[in-house]
Nanobody, 130 residues
Framework: VQLQASGGGLVKTGDSLRLSCEASGATSNLKQIAWFRQAPGKQREGVSCVDFSDGKTYYSESVKGRFTISRDNAVNTVILQMDGLNPEDTAVYYC????????????????????????WGKGTQVTVSS
């Protein structure tokens, strides 16, 4: 499985960005894809996750109400729509998944070591200026 994250950039407070995570390879058995972020000097944290089995979406408290995760089945892509961005959202954003099912509600509620999931996309930088 390969994941390709894209869509980052430099924006101002209050602006929006749309991140994409395109999955390729052996994707038929994937059950969840999650977005994470890591700011300098901080642990990697989960921000959002979508569970393909039931379509449920999950968000960390810090982004709930501002970010929206969705899936485009036709192109094996998971989108993270980020609205109302603020400087605290500045980080490198990664998408990730695993060869076995994992609990979305857990990955968005606590920091996660990168080795906890098998597949990671290359990060995309999001910078929000004040």
């Amino acid at each position: 499985v390969q994941l390709q994250a894209s869509g980052g950039g430099l924006v101002k407070t209050g602006d929006s960005l749309r991140l994409s995570c395109e999955a390729s390879g052996a994707t038929s058995n994937l059950k969840q894809i999650a977005w994470f972020r890591q700011a300098p000097g901080k642990q990697r944290e989960g921000v959002s996750c979508v569970d393909f089995s039931d379509g449920k979406t999950y968000y960390s408290e810090s982004v709930k109400g501002r970010f929206t995760i969705s899936r485009d089945n036709a192109v094996n892509t998971v989108i993270l729509q980020m609205d109302g961005l603020n400087p605290e959202d500045t980080a490198v954003y990664y998408c990730a998944t695993d060869r076995t099912p994992f609990p979305c509600q857990v990955v968005v509620s606590r920091p996660l070591a990168p080795q906890a999931l098998d597949y990671w996309g290359k990060g995309t930088q999001v910078t929000v200026s004040s």
